[in-house]
């Protein structure tokens, strides 16, 4: 596709309750990108994937989070049992560069999670 | 780890100068990017520096003295639609680490 496309834009769940979020990078992008910002706050680091290498998880806040890509394409994101602080806007990117980030990451318009 | 700092919020007016200053801390350094985010949306790539010295891009100029872990992103001739928030964002060995930005408010 044109950009990086994620859904849904916008999910309300109870607490307690699964969520999968969903990003499709750029065709041929080999990097993708999970971030979380919370209302006011700056971008908080989830995950990376690069190529077939093993993903770095170092900014998953708790077990409940885990993420999963195919390939070089799509990705998702699950939460399980979500509590009320996991709600932020969940953004997805992605970048061209196989050996490292030193490219423009092209960044999805995010999945807004609300837990009530 | 990284640690940045930016100023929270900036205020200027249509037409004038302003320059938004970031410093870091890092265990890694990759390069040091500046975001725009418009409320709402999601961040869009300006600028990108590795070397020290002055990046030029249309009305916007990004600086980097790594020996001092200092940016600054300087926006001339301001306009209405430049009101958004800037995130500095340092690049360590596999991971992209943003500040918490800066809302720079445009007023006429």
């Known amino acids: 596709g044109a950009g990086v496309s994620q859904s849904p834009s916008n999910k309300v769940t109870e607490k307690g309750k699964d969520v999968e979020l969903r990003c499709d990078p750029i065709?041929?992008?080999?990097?993708l990108y999970w971030y979380r910002q919370r209302l006011g706050q700056g971008l908080e680091f989830l995950i990376y994937?690069?190529?077939?290498?093993?993903?770095?998880k170092s900014g998953l806040p708790s077990d409940r989070f885990s993420a999963e890509r195919t390939g070089e394409s799509v990705s998702t994101l699950t939460i399980q049992r979500t509590q009320q602080e996991d709600s932020a806007v969940y953004l997805c990117?992605?970048?061209?560069?196989?050996?490292?980030?030193?490219?423009?990451?092209?960044f999805g318009s995010g999945t807004q999670l609300s837990v009530l | 780890g990284q640690n940045i700092d930016q100023p929270t919020e900036m205020t200027a007016t249509e037409g004038a100068i302003v320059q938004i200053n970031c410093t870091y801390q890092?265990?890694?350094?990759?390069?040091l990017f500046w975001y725009q985010q418009h409320a709402g949306e999601a961040p869009t790539f300006l600028s990108y520096?590795?070397?020290?010295g002055l990046e030029e891009k249309g009305r916007f100029s990004s600086f980097l003295s790594r020996s001092k872990g200092y940016s600054y992103l300087l926006l001339k001739e301001l306009q209405m639609k430049d009101s958004a928030s800037y995130l500095c964002?340092?690049?360590?060995?596999?991971?992209?680490?943003f500040g918490k930005g800066t809302m720079l408010l445009v007023s006429p």
């Open positions: 065709s041929g992008h080999t990097a």
């Open positions: 994937f690069q190529g077939n290498s093993a993903p770095d």
């Open positions: 964002a340092v690049g360590g060995y596999s991971t992209l680490t």
């Open positions: 990117a992605s970048s061209a560069n196989p050996t490292g980030f030193n490219e423009k990451l092209f």
């Open positions: 520096n590795v070397l020290d």
């Open positions: 890092t265990s890694g350094f990759n390069g």
